[in-house]
């Protein structure tokens, strides 16, 4: 119970957390270098197609599926550690001899979590049992592209979500293989800083030399680097530069309205396509004030104070005695001298990945500061006043945007674990009193017919419905849709249906049933013939608007995809679903409206085990 009840309230908290996310494990240094020398370089790349040149030196990477060739783990920037810790990121040190690029980089600091999969072992049962996991030496990208020699490819770029305290770029849902076969594009991943080491702003840390550096901003400066890469060196891995879409799901929709909204974004990115996103940020106050509590903590911890006021004292009093710059000096010093372990202490978590102090200041918790200089103001005001980077817009959500966390809520993370292991899509058996304690069954009913519905009109509301007519006034291409499919084997039809993140792998074209995806609870042989023409219809349109800012082609029998209207009773959005596409005039469509005699029978058919469910989408 005191874990359902931690959960229960983070997710009042952030009922808007993001999803999925990372890298592998490796470092800058673990990559081999082979073949030294200019000329044998030179013919390397000559002759293999696999070795290409970047601006910091060779790189070799390998054949893939789909008949596909990938480059992965290339850094984009210096490791941001040391002195570089709550920095803009730096150029990549150049390199000799080819450097191998067949496997992932390590992905960036965060508690272990079910979503990212960094392993049952790192899963924290209860608050204060967080595991640390990740690297500061994760600025790294992933690029797939067609075997091919074709150049000047249309170049895709995805940006995981995660609430920004979590997240990697490597979770085999985003394997950019089949995506870039099938749509003959170089497709791209990347990490980028998270949590206390993406976002963080204090005034000891700005010294007034370079405004990125005093931004706090550091997680959307790496997104500029990376894209600020892709524009130098795509060309040579047969991409367009002047041709990038930048996409996002969660928070990595988050970010990819704040490369909307940043002037030093301006000209690196063509079109953008967003996913379960909206425009979050929050002021330097709230971020000094979820600094402040971390650093009170770390005083606390390291015995300079008993309690956060006893910290501030022990503050105030150490500026008084050294004066403002050593005292400047001390601070950054301080900071910047404390270890993965220090900063992420097991004791202050608490489930879904957070940190106590994220739970209470969510807004700062999940970055963007409006800075002035990197972020000018929120996306949305710069959004509604014309302020922004102007690019063919393309964003939805699903259906049922909240069932993702739900289980997270009343699931012990460990046998939650063990019963998706042990899942068979094709042979569907369970037994929920296995996993759920009877006792919290009643918190069953509250979630799914109270909190489901609620978190999915926040979701719609505060995403396309409130970014797709700011953009509107501006702008003629701009693009929604709903994602509805939910015909997983029981129970997770009902469990997660079309939850967040759902969408991505129909995106994607990435169906995996090995047990080391999140998702291959969803797909069974009995779903095949509905789900796969549907990812083929979703990464059709998705191809087309990347290639030429309309998700319309002339070369397809798909249904028109009418941009969103604000007129009553016009076209809205693209409904998603197995057998069905189709325009909506409606805001909010009538399946939304769950019956509560509904929920009730689907959950005691859950309890009991029995098929046949109501679906919950009967009307009042």
């Not at 949590?195 to 370079?210: N, S, V």
Request: hydrophobic residues 40%; charged residues 20%; negative net charge.
């Amino acid at each position: 119970m005191k874990h359902n009840r931690w959960l229960i309230s983070l997710i009042l908290a952030l009922s808007c957390i993001g999803f999925f996310g990372g890298c592998s494990s490796s470092s800058d240094a673990d990559h081999a270098l082979t073949q030294t020398g200019s000329e044998s370089n030179q013919d390397a790349t000559t002759h293999d197609p696999l070795v290409r040149k970047t601006a910091y030196g060779y790189v070799k990477g390998f054949e893939t599926n789909y008949d596909t060739w990938a480059w992965l783990g290339l850094p984009y920037a210096k490791p941001p550690v040391g002195d570089l810790r709550w920095r803009a990121p730096q150029d990549s040190e150049p390199w000799k001899g080819i450097r191998d690029a067949g496997r992932f980089c390590s992905y960036c600091v965060q508690y272990g979590n079910y979503l990212s999969e960094t392993g049952v072992e790192s899963l924290g049962e209860l608050p204060g049992e967080g595991v640390p996991v990740g690297s500061e030496d994760c600025l790294y990208l992933n690029i797939w592209r067609p075997r091919s020699h074709e150049k000047k490819l249309p170049v895709y770029v995805f940006i995981h979500g995660g609430a920004n305290i979590t997240g990697r770029s490597d979770l085999s849902i985003y394997d950019g293989a089949h995506f870039a076969a099938r749509s003959n594009m170089v497709f791209v991943t990347l990490n980028y800083r998270l949590g206390e080491f993406g976002w963080f702003w204090y005034p000891a840390l700005c010294e007034g030399k370079d405004p990125r550096d005093d931004s706090g901003n550091y997680g959307t400066l790496d997104i500029i680097k990376a894209l600020t890469w892709i524009r130098n060196n795509i060309a040579a891995f047969g991409g367009d530069p002047q041709n990038v879409t930048i996409t996002g799901q969660s928070a990595g929709g988050f970010n990819v309205y704040s490369m909307l909204a940043s002037p030093l974004a301006a000209g690196i990115f063509h079109k953008a396509i967003v996913h379960s996103g909206f425009s979050q940020s929050c002021s330097l106050a709230s971020a000094q004030q979820k600094a402040q509590d971390m650093l009170n903590r770390l005083l606390i911890q390291d015995g300079y104070a008993q309690d956060a006021q006893d910290a501030e004292q022990f503050l105030q009093d150490l500026q008084t005695q050294l004066g403002e710059e050593q005292y400047k000096q001390w601070i950054r010093q301080y900071l910047r001298s404390k270890t993965i372990p220090e900063i992420y202490a097991p004791q202050n978590s608490v489930p879904m990945a957070a940190s106590q102090y994220d739970a209470l200041s969510s807004d700062a918790s999940m970055g963007i500061y409006e800075d002035g200089y990197v972020i000018p103001a929120s996306p949305l005001e710069c959004l509604r006043t014309g302020n922004y980077n102007r690019v063919p817009l393309l964003m939805g959500c699903t259906m049922e945007e909240l069932k993702l966390f739900v289980p997270l809520a009343l699931f012990p993370p460990r046998k939650f674990w063990e019963f998706m292991e042990s899942f068979n899509p094709n042979h569907p058996d369970y037994n929920l009193a296995e996993v759920l304690d009877p006792a919290d069954w009643p918190q069953m009913f509250m979630l799914y017919a109270l909190l489901t519905p609620l978190g999915q009109l926040t979701f719609q509301a505060n995403g396309t419905d409130t970014m797709a007519p700011a953009a509107k006034k501006y702008q003629d291409a701009v693009y929604v849709y709903k994602f509805l499919w939910d015909e997983e084997p029981e129970p997770f039809d009902y469990l997660i249906g079309a939850a967040h993140a759902m969408d991505l792998p129909f995106f994607f074209g990435n169906f995996i049933t090995d047990k080391s995806s999140l998702t291959s609870f969803a797909w069974s042989d009995a779903n095949r013939a509905g789900r796969e023409p549907l990812s083929n219809a979703m990464m059709t349109y998705v191809a087309q608007f990347a290639r030429t800012g309309d998700p319309n082609g002339a070369d397809t029998d798909l249904p028109l995809w009418s941009p969103w209207s604000d007129k009553q009773g016009a076209p809205k959005r693209m409904l998603f679903d197995a057998g069905k596409l189709a325009m909506s005039s409606e805001s909010i469509e009538p399946e939304q409206f769950p019956c509560p005699q509904c929920v009730m029978e689907d959950i005691f058919n859950l309890i009991m085990g029995t098929t046949g469910r109501s679906r919950a989408v009967l009307y009042w």
